[in-house]
């Protein structure tokens, strides 16, 4: 059974900098993609970002040069870099894993909230 299980929320101040990690139950090579999604109150789940098996990374334009995904397979561990927060950058973040045909997997989610 995959279990991912995400860590590092927090309350920050705007311009200020959290790390998110993702830590996997399984190999995370298995996995198309691993990814950052994120849900505010009242607004649809978001792609953050989305970084794939051979470290190819992608991001929604409103984090582009402020957020950084990283992974490591050895650890089974992913992350997620947040500098320059920003309070529209409030939201639950989760966890993702694309297994294709099988669907996606999803962690707990992390609660980030940042003051103005």
């Known amino acids: 059974q995959v279990q991912l299980v995400e860590s590092g929320g927090g309350l920050v101040q705007a311009g200020g900098s959290l790390r998110l990690s993702c830590a996997a139950s399984?190999?995370?090579?298995?996995?198309?993609?691993m990814d950052w999604y994120r849900q505010a109150p009242g607004e649809q789940r978001e792609l953050v970002a989305s970084i794939t098996s051979d470290g190819r990374s992608n991001y929604a334009d409103s984090v582009k040069g402020r957020f950084t995904i990283s992974r490591d397979n050895s650890k089974n561990t992913v992350w997620l870099q947040m500098n320059s927060l920003k309070p529209e950058d409030t939201a639950v973040y989760y966890c993702a894993a694309d297994a294709a045909i099988v669907g996606r997997y999803w962690g707990q989610g992390t609660q980030v909230t940042v003051s103005s």
């Open positions: 399984v190999n995370i090579f298995r996995f198309n993609t």
